[in-house]
C-alpha cells in the first residue's frame, strides 16, 4: 500500500493556482523547503540509475559495488589533467559521473516546481497519459539520513548546470530499490504522512505548459548551457510552433 498522497489536476493552469494549497496548504511554497523531481511517466518508480541496473543484486554487493565505481571513475580520470578528483568527495564524484552515464544511487531533484515540470514534459519519445512531479518535505524525519535517504543540498562548485537547475540531490543508501518503498518502510515505525507527493498533470497540457514556462524563461538553453542546451532548445521551439506533434 503506498504511503504518499496523489495529487490530480486536470489542466496546466488549474495546477497552477493550486498546488501550493494541496501540498502544503499555503498560497505558495515555503523557501526551500520542498524540492521537486519531474518524471515523463506517471508510473515510473523514483528509482536511481544504479538500481535499475543492479535490481537484483543483493544490497551488501551493491554497498561494495557503488565505492568500486566511484574508485574506478576516479582512477580512470586521472589520465586527464583536467579530470584530477583527488579532492573530490564522493557525492561531487558521483553527481559528475551520472551526467556521464556513471551509475549512482543520487537522484536529481530541484527546488523549482517549474524546472521539474520542464524535465517531465520535455520527453517527447515518451507515451503516457500523465507526468508526474514528485515533492519531497525536506523536513520530513525521514530524509534526516538516520534512516536511509539523505537530501544532499550543498552547492557543488564544480557542477555549474547544478545552479542553473536549482539542483540538489536524494542519496539512497538503504536497502530499498525506490524511494517509494524506502517510505513505505519507514512507514513501519514512523508517521510518514506529508513527506513525499505526487503530482499529476495530463500529457494532453504539454505545449500550453513548455509554452508557459519558455516565457519564465525556463528552456534547455539557461537550463543546461553550452551547445547541449541550444540544440535541445531548437527542437523545443519547433514544437511550440506547431510545426509536428506528439
Known amino acids: 500500500m503506498k504511503k504518499?498522497?496523489?495529487?490530480?489536476?486536470?489542466?496546466?493552469?488549474?495546477?497552477?493556482?493550486?498546488?501550493?494549497?494541496?501540498?502544503?496548504?499555503?498560497?505558495?511554497?515555503?523557501?526551500?523547503?520542498?524540492?521537486?523531481r519531474g518524471q515523463a511517466d506517471a508510473d515510473w518508480g523514483l528509482v536511481s540509475s544504479f538500481d535499475r541496473t543492479f535490481a537484483d543484486m543483493p544490497f551488501h554487493l551493491k554497498q561494495k559495488l557503488q565505492q568500486d565505481l566511484i574508485g574506478n571513475f576516479k582512477k580512470s580520470c586521472r589520465q586527464f589533467e583536467s579530470l584530477n578528483l583527488e579532492n573530490y568527495s564522493d557525492i561531487e564524484i558521483m553527481s559528475l559521473g551520472q551526467h556521464y552515464g556513471l551509475p549512482t544511487r543520487l537522484l536529481d531533484w530541484s527546488y523549482s516546481i517549474y524546472?521539474?515540470?520542464?524535465?517531465?514534459?520535455?520527453?517527447?519519445?515518451?507515451?503516457?497519459?500523465?507526468?508526474?512531479?514528485?515533492?519531497?518535505?525536506?523536513?520530513?524525519?525521514?530524509?534526516?539520513?538516520?534512516?536511509?535517504?539523505?537530501i544532499?543540498?550543498?552547492?557543488?562548485?564544480?557542477?555549474?548546470?547544478?545552479?542553473?537547475?536549482?539542483?540538489?540531490?536524494?542519496?539512497?543508501?538503504?536497502?530499498?530499490?525506490?524511494?517509494?518503498?524506502?517510505?513505505?518502510?519507514?512507514?513501519?515505525?514512523?508517521d510518514v504522512q506529508g513527506a513525499l507527493y505526487k503530482i499529476l498533470i495530463p500529457i494532453s497540457e504539454r505545449r500550453v505548459a513548455l509554452n508557459d514556462l519558455d516565457m519564465m524563461g525556463i528552456t534547455y538553453c539557461t537550463l543546461l548551457g553550452g551547445i547541449d542546451g541550444c540544440a535541445q532548445t531548437a527542437l523545443v521551439q519547433e514544437y511550440l510552433k506547431e510545426t509536428f506533434s506528439i
Open 4 to 36: 504518499y498522497d496523489d495529487i490530480v489536476f486536470d489542466s496546466w493552469s488549474s495546477f497552477k493556482e493550486s498546488v501550493a494549497m494541496d501540498v502544503c496548504k499555503k498560497d505558495g511554497f515555503p523557501y526551500k523547503k520542498f524540492i521537486f
Open 152 to 190: 544532499c543540498q550543498d552547492m557543488i562548485d564544480r557542477n555549474s548546470r547544478q545552479m542553473q537547475q536549482f539542483a540538489v540531490f536524494t542519496m539512497n543508501k538503504s536497502p530499498d530499490k525506490s524511494i517509494e518503498s524506502y517510505v513505505e518502510t519507514c512507514s513501519k515505525e514512523h
Open 115 to 150: 524546472i521539474a515540470a520542464f524535465f517531465a514534459y520535455t520527453s517527447f519519445s515518451v507515451q503516457s497519459s500523465s507526468v508526474a512531479i514528485w515533492a519531497i518535505d525536506t523536513t520530513h524525519e525521514i530524509w534526516q539520513g538516520e534512516y536511509g535517504v539523505s
